[in-house]
């Protein structure tokens, strides 16, 4: 069993930057493919990006990449999403997910641990 907490979300400006952070519990949270997937008002959830276990492969939207990063501590247990550039579209509750399987998965059916979710407000 996982539990995740986000944190990080805001209020920023267009063209301004945020960081989240998603901590987990449990020991083993090393052994897990981490994921941040977005959900705006009206519309489905939304894969945004995944890192692996071990960090080194890691998978983002194609209309994202490049302004997000992802990145993942596991000795602080904590998974992280570098958001620069951000734009009004990118309004959304992010959430963070974790998943038992060993490949960096793009949809939500592929995780199995969800935290409660951040709000992402970006004004124009």
């Known amino acids: 069993q996982v539990q995740l907490v986000e944190s990080g979300g805001g209020l920023v400006q267009a063209g301004g930057s945020l960081r989240l952070s998603c901590a987990a519990s449990?020991?083993?949270?090393?052994?897990?493919?981490m994921g941040w997937f977005r959900q705006a008002p009206g519309k489905e959830r939304e894969f945004v990006a995944a890192i692996s276990w071990s960090g080194i492969s890691a998978a983002y939207a194609d209309s994202l990449k490049g302004r997000f990063t992802i990145s993942r501590d596991n000795a602080k247990n904590t998974v992280y999403l570098q958001m620069d550039s951000l734009k009004p579209e990118d309004t959304a509750v992010y959430y963070c997910a974790a998943s038992g399987l060993v490949y960096v998965g793009r949809t939500t059916d592929e995780y199995h641990y969800w935290g409660q979710g951040t709000q992402v407000t970006v004004s124009s």
């Open positions: 449990g020991r083993t949270f090393s052994r897990y493919t």
